[in-house]
């Protein structure tokens, strides 16, 4: 069995890439929330505040090598950086797997990054921010005008799935604004009726199979609400990758 050491080398970097972006974008959420200067402040230990060195900040093997501590005081390291460093390197790996080395790859990953981390984010809020959007919406206009070749077609979807989530909000406040220009994105990616059908029945679909996963696990009850920001992030995955 002959093994292709090129191939495994490529993987391995978008894989540490994917890893970083997290890592990188999770630093950012967290110095925005509590006022860090975020681009000329080098990582740190949150407990002892020791500066990371290089083989500290490589995702997700610095954790295990470093047995979730910090070198310098022993403080455990919170799970969560590397649970998320490893789902934002298994999507990154996933996108490669799909679109090979290209343009669409690279795009594709920061897409989905930062799709995740809106989903995440509204999840343990409540709330989508007008950043995330912004850089999202730059990375999927690139996308259709640089990749897919076009993007005027899609505006009809955008503002048709916009439409729709308004009305959804304005009837019965089950969603925020924030949700309507996160489906306008969404729509955007869609390059006919088909697919923008696709990404809206996606969503409702995640969102009902979630919803009744945490009811059954009596995480949640059927008065509680739920941000649906996250089920809006499952579709934009599953289309992008499955497409």
Do not use: Q, W
Not at 149 to 154: P, R, T
Not at 170 to 188: E, H, P, Q, R, T
Not at 194 to 200: G, I, R, T
Request: net charge positive; with cysteine.
């Amino acid at each position: 069995m002959k093994v292709n050491l090129y191939f495994i080398f490529i993987s391995l970097l978008v894989f540490l890439f994917g890893g970083s972006l997290g890592s990188f974008y999770k630093v950012f959420v967290e110095r925005r929330e509590s006022g860090e200067d975020f681009l000329f402040s080098r990582s740190h230990c949150d407990s002892c505040k020791k500066t990371l060195s290089f083989y500290e900040m490589i995702p997700v093997f610095s954790y295990i090598f470093l047995r979730g501590k910090c070198s310098s005081c022993g403080e455990k390291i919170e799970r969560e950086n590397f649970y998320l460093e490893v789902l934002t390197s298994l999507l990154a790996l996933l996108v490669f797997m799909r679109y090979k080395i290209s343009l669409e790859t690279l795009i594709v990953i920061f897409i989905l990054i930062i799709a995740f981390f809106i989903g995440i984010i509204d999840y343990k809020t409540g709330y989508i921010y007008n950043i995330e959007l912004i850089i999202l919406l730059f990375f999927v206009v690139i996308y259709k005008i640089f990749v897919l070749g076009g993007l005027i077609n899609s505006l009809k979807y955008s503002l048709g799935m916009g439409l729709i989530f308004f009305l959804i909000y304005f009837a019965s406040k089950m969603m925020g604004l924030g949700d309507v220009y996160y489906s306008l994105i969404m729509g955007l990616l869609a390059n006919d009726l088909y697919e923008a059908f696709v990404l809206f029945r996606d969503s409702f679909i995640s969102a009902g199979l979630i919803s009744l996963i945490l009811i059954l696990l009596k995480k949640k009850t059927f008065k509680d609400s739920i941000a649906f920001g996250p089920f809006m992030t499952v579709a934009i995955i599953i289309f992008l990758i499955c497409r």
